[in-house]
């Protein structure tokens, strides 16, 4: 167990909705970075939040944006889902920013 | 940019065989590179990491990798494997700090 939980835990789409995953970081964890993982492939970097500012963000398109709040957990939104988007979407809470990160099991998302 | 590549998609061994999985990364400045392990059903969680020092590096459960820098390799190994290390392995590198490229991964079944 590392703390940090994510949910819900699946969810179903259909394609042109939107979608809000959420992430509760590990007690002490002020930075909250997200990551997608489709099937068969790596976990992709999507964008990282620390002390509720972006620090940081992968190659995706502005249809995915998120938000850390005051207590450090965090929603990763997708607007106009693709089917493309289905995948396993991962959060990770760090102590600060440049230090190790600790992931959550994941929301499974499924478009369709 | 950053990156790692894995080349191995799936490895099957038997118990007490040795293993070793191979990462290459493409970067020639200042290199980190890490080394995570998803077992069935569970979270993301980190077998090792290279910072600078000893290019040798022991991580959990009997696990180690050797940075060699001349081969552009971080290949992890373990001199013998159990059924529990049956798992997906991700080599990945930072592109800041922790906001990590992971390769596509290797799965690893171990048959008793």
């Known amino acids: 167990e590392t703390g940090v939980t994510q949910s819900p835990t699946h969810l179903i789409k259909t394609r042109g909705q939107q979608v809000t995953l959420r992430c509760s970081s590990q007690s002490g964890h002020n930075t909250v970075s997200w990551y997608q993982q489709a099937l068969g492939q790596g976990p992709q970097f999507i964008f990282q939040?620390?002390?509720?500012?972006?620090?940081g963000r992968g190659n995706f398109p502005p249809r995915f944006s998120g938000l850390q709040f005051p207590n450090y957990s965090s929603e990763l939104n997708v607007n106009a889902l693709e089917l493309d988007d289905s995948a396993l979407y991962l959060c990770?809470?760090?102590?600060?920013?440049?230090?190790?990160?600790?992931f959550g099991q994941g929301t499974r998302l499924t478009v369709v | 940019a950053q990156s790692v590549s894995q080349h191995n998609h799936h490895v099957i061994l038997s118990e007490a065989a040795s293993l070793e999985l191979g990462c290459n990364y493409s970067?020639?400045?200042?290199?980190?590179l890490f080394w995570y392990v998803q077992y069935p059903g569970q979270h993301l969680q980190l077998l090792l990491k290279y910072f600078s020092g000893d290019p040798l590096v022991k991580g959990i459960k009997g696990f180690e990798a050797e940075f060699i820098k001349s081969k552009f390799s971080f290949n992890l190994r373990k001199p013998s494997v159990q059924w529990s290390d049956t798992a997906e392995y991700f080599c990945?590198?930072?592109?800041?700090?922790?906001?990590?490229?992971f390769g596509k991964g290797t799965k690893l079944s171990v048959i008793p």
């Open positions: 990945a590198v930072p592109r800041g700090s922790y906001q990590l490229t």
């Open positions: 939040y620390y002390r509720e500012e972006e620090n």
């Open positions: 990770a809470s760090h102590r600060e920013w440049n230090t190790e990160a600790f």
């Open positions: 970067y020639g400045g200042t290199v980190n």
